[in-house]
């Protein structure tokens, strides 16, 4: 079945301590994508893909880290969370680079 | 970057009739245009989308409209049934932002038996 799949799915962790949410997707998609959803203000961008070891800032990224070392993979890394981090993340993918498939999130609650 | 907005945010409506969300968007040079509807606990799911040189496409209760000149679209869902209900967002992309997305706030739809 084709799909993007992230881990964990909930997570809850406290200020400063290091995490990494993995996102894999099994369709050999070129293009991915993090974003975070916050109440009222829709889906934001924090950062992209374009191929391997090809990645750029999207609209929010400061306080995050990400890697593209195999096709597959774009794990998000959090270095030393804070609160203002407390957020619905998704990762998605992309074949042509604009219609997206969407995981199923991740709820991360910093306290 | 682009500015979205999209409205309403909340609409509710009696389930058969028709819905409509609005998107407007800033940059003259977008020329895709998508809907991606979110259920309760999922990722969003793209659900029609339309390219810059087609005013309207529909597939079976849903279209999209475009009017390039006001720069705005328009997602469509008719004969609503209560698995319509939702939220909406729409995410208009210019192909030289290279993947850089902007999305909507959102439109909750609820749709009442």
């Known amino acids: 079945e084709a799909q993007v799949t992230q881990n964990p799915r909930y997570l809850i962790t406290v200020t400063g301590k290091k995490l990494t949410v993995t996102c894999s997707q099994n369709m050999n998609h070129e293009y991915m994508s993090w974003y975070r959803q916050d109440p009222g203000l829709g889906l934001r961008q924090i950062y992209y893909?374009?191929?391997?070891?090809?990645?750029d800032k999207g609209d929010v990224p400061e306080g995050y880290k990400v890697s593209r070392k195999e096709k597959r993979n774009f794990p998000l890394i959090l270095e030393s969370p804070s609160p203002n981090q407390t957020s619905l993340y998704f990762c998605?993918?992309?074949?042509?680079?604009?219609?997206?498939?969407f995981g199923p999130g991740t709820r991360l609650t910093v306290t | 970057g682009e500015n979205v907005e999209q409205h309403p945010s909340t609409l509710s409506v009696q389930e058969g009739d028709s819905a409509v969300i609005k998107c407007t968007y800033s940059d003259s040079a977008s020329n895709y245009f998508p809907w991606y509807k979110q259920e309760l606990g999922k990722g969003p799911q793209l659900i029609i989308d339309?390219?810059?040189?087609?005013g309207e496409k529909k597939d079976q209760r849903i279209a999209v409209t475009l009017n390039k000149t006001a720069k705005h679209f328009s997602l469509h869902i008719t004969e609503t049934q209560p698995e319509d209900s939702a939220v909406y967002f729409c995410?208009?992309?210019?192909?030289?932002?290279?993947?850089?997305?902007?999305f909507g706030s959102g439109t909750k739809l609820n749709v009442k038996p």
């Open positions: 893909s374009m191929n391997v070891e090809v990645t």
């Open positions: 339309i390219r810059s040189n087609v």
């Open positions: 998605a993918s992309s074949l042509n680079g604009y219609e997206q498939y």
């Open positions: 995410a208009p992309y210019t192909v030289y932002n290279f993947n850089k997305f902007y």
